[in-house]
């Protein structure tokens, strides 16, 4: 009890010296603020230098800043996917991020100057090296693989990785993508609404393979030491996902949000990011990455679709592997 | 009986009635309100709804079939640890989806027990995806709900008809033709409406179990429409016609429901005999075993980590705990008084309205409220508030499904008594109505505070850092890849779950006399 | 006097008319093979079902509008007398007050009652202590605190044997004369009617006649009734 009360005095003082200081509105993802996630990190490298308080406040982004609108709180929005940029261009509430696209040390170039990416990474299949002696090296030679070779992947209409895999396919694959859903459908154990059911199956033994991140193996490599996880690479390329951060143009904190926008391509924030967002950073070269970054087999090649052209693509690449799936 | 009314209680009713309209078709409205534009269904929507309908419907038909011997065999049967294996039986109703799920796979999975074992017998392994695994799943979590509902009827059977029934020589035939089949009309129709409800607004198990997406039900095209099209107007159509078809279920079942005919016994338990004590010994082994086992092997997972978690998760863990409590309190709140109303106003309509929330989708609940107190207030402060407010509501079917016929016995055996001593309004309430209403209102909470704990979604669109609750930070263990963790909380969950529940199901049945 | 002037009450397809006068302090059977009534009748004076037509009486003061406890009766049923949760003291205090807020001297009152039924000191117990004889002195007890002039008694007693019987048509006939109590009995057993009443009334395929003495008509029963008495 008399923890709990002193806990409470604690909270209130914080929370009286905080009051006097402007406040920086970031609405972010569900997983930024746990504290082993990038929130807490961010927080204190910005609230460091900026004498303002930092206060997320998290949610589904994109639902919550349409139903909002112009009243939006937020002054930053962080943790954007690709898929979602346009819808949130169209709303108008973001302006310009006042940053130099061609810093970005991304495999593919990027124009936008509303949305910033402030990390990535590609999808890919990761397999564990003792289950799996031969990985593929093609999706090709995954298609190719045996029907008890069993895979599980996310729904593209509820999980954004599931829909970069339907886009991947789409962009190696193109008309022929059905066919390959084809292929590939006896070989999917599961699919699931969101990747960490995906990602628990996989690691609990009951899938060969799952569809995940090229960066994923990092995590079993730095967190437990375990070198038997790993992104089969495929020479065709690799779907390219980001996540990224916009400037609200309605924000009172303009200047804030600013500093905000040029803190998010700083060293202290993008050195964070390998571990606390286990995503490869937007802003840093690679001899600056954690060890076990380094040692990950990176793809040679990086697909991506512009918003606009994966726009007028989602419904046809959903109805062919909707198409595939129910038969 | 116009004189039973007690307008008192009958206005609460009301008001309670129409809190649940306003969350349920209130929050439709706003997010019907918000759309632009009318959107039409496509095929595929249609497939969802043909395939919503079918496994709910079998998903349910299974449930209460088999939870036919298994409430039998609890009945009719005392043991060492009856009333533990009661409560434990009732822990897959409140697990965390993807933790059933993961539970379940390594039970039936392809590496799992079953298919181990079969592989071991020279049998064919068998795949635990695909409809029969929705349907697996669905009875895991739904059986011991039907069996809990179950139960209670065969309890409510007065001893004395069993001590006649077996001085008149019944066969076990006899039992079931003259005692147990008339009860089961009357319990099995409701059992049956609330499974289908339940399962009607399954989304992820259904995907996950299903094998792809041949397993869509209207509850994913619902979270379609709202996170990847962001289209208001359908996520509202499709809710409506969610409500529609829960509505038709709620309607027939009604109309199959015969009203009890059990009399009144002083309540002295009776030894009730009869039936193989083999038979009944197997059936409860298998139940038993088919229950516990997922639990179990979540209990192995999770054992390692659940006193190593970190610090933050301990604390969501308590934020949950007393949300479930004050979950709990208020689901007991809102039940009362819309139970009474229902029976005094003798409407059907008013009870309906007590289960309209099971077929609500909760993220249409979610969004509608949203958008009703962005306006006023800043949602995010309200989160937690919200969260109490829309457990209770979720909850609220299972009290009222407890509670109703409670009440109604009540009425029919005491209510003349009650009547002739002029005993009304809240003195009624108070020295006849609550002390003997205390074991199903006991379940109630119990359920409400279990259901409470291991929610989540309802506020996906604003929840607060700040006040993280237990399933939220589950899922962040497992979003940063921490599953050993996220497994300790899953156990913690369930530990925490299943305490608040024989807690306040304990509190029910202590120092009850008949 | 209670009074039942021209009254019908229909219940479903079955419909009763009554017209009759009970003098005050009268104890009167009632009479009739099964579905003839007679529970009809009780459930009408008492309150549970409302008359279609017709007033009831008690002294002039008409009682046909008012809930069931407010009646200037008391009942008993012929099971289901006692709440099972509630203690004897609590089940007898329902009589004085229904809010069970009793003070001192009321609770005095209750431990009174228990003594003059033969159950001092069985306050603090349950109702599934009591043997079934013990169970029916309570009811009594309660009857003794509402203090209403008219008691009602629908099939009293039936689960008891017949020596116990008598016993408390002993006692009821005791409580009722101290108390200056007009008796309403439904009953089948025509010694029962004979023990505790000087008239009887004859329920007949929903006509209600008008009290006889009770020896008389049993000596010498209408045809209806002479059926049913199996004679």
């Known amino acids: 009890m008399k923890a709990l009360t002193l806990a409470a005095l604690t909270t209130l003082a914080a929370t009286a010296a905080a009051a006097e200081k402007t406040e920086l509105t970031v609405y972010a993802g569900d997983y930024f603020t746990s504290e082993w996630g990038p929130g807490p990190v961010i927080e204190a490298g910005f609230e460091e230098f900026c004498n303002c308080d930092l206060v997320f406040s998290t949610g589904d982004l994109l639902p919550r800043l349409l139903l909002e609108g112009e009243r939006t709180k937020a002054d930053v929005v962080i943790g954007l996917t690709s898929d979602v940029t346009a819808k949130a261009r169209a709303t108008g509430l973001f302006t310009t991020h006042g940053q130099d696209n061609d810093v970005l040390t991304l495999p593919i170039q990027l124009t936008d100057d509303t949305f910033l990416p402030f990390n990535y990474g590609h999808t890919a299949f990761i397999y564990d090296t003792t289950r799996t002696e031969t990985p593929p090296a093609s999706f090709e030679a995954l298609l190719a693989m045996p029907d008890d070779v069993k895979i599980v992947i996310q729904d593209p209409r509820t999980s954004i990785s599931g829909l970069a895999l339907v886009l991947w396919v789409q962009a190696i694959y193109g008309d022929k993508a059905q066919d390959v859903w084809a292929k590939l459908a006896p070989k999917i154990l599961t699919v699931t609404k969101d990747w960490s059911a995906s990602y628990g199956m996989f690691t609990d033994g009951e899938a060969d393979m799952v569809l995940s991140y090229t960066t994923s193996p990092a995590y079993h490599i730095i967190a437990e030491g375990d070198e038997t996880k790993s992104a089969a690479i495929f020479d065709d390329g690799h779907y390219f996902m980001t996540e990224l951060v916009g400037q609200v143009k309605t924000t009172d904190q303009p200047e804030l949000a600013q500093k905000f926008m040029d803190f998010v391509l700083s060293e202290t924030f993008q050195e964070m990011i390998p571990t606390a967002n286990w995503s490869f950073p937007a802003k840093l070269e690679e001899a600056k990455w954690p060890d076990g970054f380094k040692k990950l087999d990176l793809p040679k090649k990086a697909l991506f679709y512009s918003e606009d052209e994966a726009a007028a693509l989602r419904d046809e690449v959903l109805d062919a592997w909707l198409a595939a799936f129910s038969q | ?514 | ?231």
Not at chain 3, 51 to 73: E, K, M, S, Y
């Open chain 3, 1 to 231: 006097m209670l009074t039942l002037d021209a009254v019908r009450a229909t219940q479903g397809s079955f419909t009763l008319h009554a017209a009759l006068h009970v003098p005050k302090g009268a104890r009167v059977a009632v009479i009739g093979a099964s579905g003839s009534g007679k529970s009809t009748l009780l459930n009408l004076i008492a309150g549970f079902l409302p008359p279609n037509a017709g007033q009831i009486a008690w002294d002039g003061a008409p009682f046909a509008q008012l809930p069931p406890g407010d009646r200037p009766l008391s009942i008993i049923f012929q099971d289901s007398n006692l709440f099972p949760h509630l203690t004897i003291a609590q089940n007898v205090g329902l009589g004085l007050r229904p809010n069970l807020r009793l003070n001192a001297k009321e609770h005095g009152e209750v431990a009174k009652a228990l003594e003059q039924v033969g159950l001092a000191g069985f306050e603090a117990r349950k109702p599934a202590a009591l043997s079934g004889g013990q169970q029916s002195r309570v009811a009594l007890a309660r009857v003794l605190l509402r203090k209403q002039p008219l008691l009602l008694l629908d099939e009293p007693f039936a689960a008891l044997g017949p020596a116990l019987r008598q016993e408390m048509l002993a006692l009821v006939a005791q409580i009722a004369d101290r108390e200056g109590l007009t008796v309403l009995m439904v009953t089948h057993e025509p010694q029962d009617a004979r023990a505790l009443t000087e008239m009887s009334i004859f329920v007949d395929e929903g006509v209600v006649h008008a009290p006889v003495p009770t020896d008389a008509l049993l000596d010498n029963p209408p045809e209806a009734l002479r059926a049913y008495l199996g004679q």
């Open chain 2, 1 to 514: 009986m116009a004189r039973r009314v007690q307008p008192v209680s009958t206005y609460l009713g009301a008001a309670v009635a129409a809190l649940l309209v306003l969350l349920t078709f209130g929050t439709l409205g706003a997010v019907a309100w918000r759309a632009e534009g009318l959107s039409g269904l496509r095929t595929s929507d249609w497939l969802a709804v043909r395939f919503t309908v079918l496994q709910a419907f079998l998903s349910a038909l299974i449930s209460v079939l088999l939870a036919i011997p298994v409430a039998r065999a609890l009945a009719r049967r005392s043991f060492w640890g009856r009333g533990a294996l009661i409560t434990i039986l009732g822990a897959p109703f409140i697990l965390p989806v993807i933790v059933a799920v993961l539970g379940l796979i390594a039970v039936f999975g392809r590496n799992g027990l079953f298919n181990t074992a079969l592989v071991w017998a020279g049998l064919e392994p068998v795949s635990i995806f695909g409809l029969q695994g929705v349907l697996l799943a669905h009875v895991f979590f739904n059986l011991p709900l039907a069996t809990r509902l179950l139960l209670q009827g065969w309890l409510a059977i007065p001893g004395e008809r069993f001590r006649l029934a077996s001085s008149l020589g019944f066969t076990s035939s006899d039992m079931l033709r003259h005692i147990e089949l008339p009860l089961l009309r009357q319990v099995l129709p409701g059992a049956f409406m609330v499974i289908f409800l339940i399962c009607t607004t399954s989304f992820a198990v259904a995907l996950a179990l299903g094998g792809g997406p041949r397993a869509t039900t209207i509850e994913l095209a619902i979270y379609q429409a709202f996170r990847f099209d962001f289209d208001l107007s359908k996520a509202a159509l499709l809710a409506l016609i969610q409500f529609g078809l829960c509505a038709l279920a709620a309607v027939l079942s009604l109309w199959v429901t015969t009203p009890s005919g059990q009399g009144a016994g002083l309540g002295r338990t009776v030894p009730r005999h009869g039936g193989a004590v083999w038979l009944d010994a197997v059936i409860l082994s298998l139940v038993s075993i088919f229950l516990l086992l997922p639990l179990l092997m979540i209990v192995s997972k999770g054992a390692g980590t659940i006193l190593g978690l970190p610090e933050s998760t301990y604390a969501a863990a308590w934020r949950s705990v007393w949300v479930a409590v004050a979950s709990a309190l208020l689901t007991v709140l809102l039940t009362v008084p819309l139970a009474l109303a229902a029976l005094n106003l003798r409407m059907r309509l008013v009870e309906g309205i007590g289960y309209l929330s099971i077929a609500a989708s909760p993220l249409v609940i979610g969004t509608g409220l949203f958008i009703m107190v962005y306006r006023w207030a800043d949602p995010v402060g309200l989160a937690l508030p919200i969260l109490i407010l829309v457990n209770a509501a979720m909850s609220l079917p299972f009290a009222l499904r407890a509670v109703s016929p409670a009440l109604a016995e009540i009425e029919k055996d005491y209510g003349k008594l009650a009547d002739a001593l002029g005993l009304t309004g809240m003195a009624r309430l108070r020295i006849l109505i609550l002390p003997r209403l205390r074991r199903p209102l006991g379940f109630g909470a119990g359920l409400a505070a279990a259901l409470s704990m291991g929610d989540l979604g309802v506020i996906a669109l604003f929840a607060d850092p700040e006040n993280q609750t237990l399933p939220l930070a589950l899922y962040q263990l497992m979003n940063a890849y921490r599953l050993d963790e996220a497994f300790g909380a899953a156990l913690l969950l369930l530990v925490l779950s299943l305490s608040l529940f024989w807690l306040f199901d304990r509190g029910g049945r202590a120092n009850v006399d008949a």
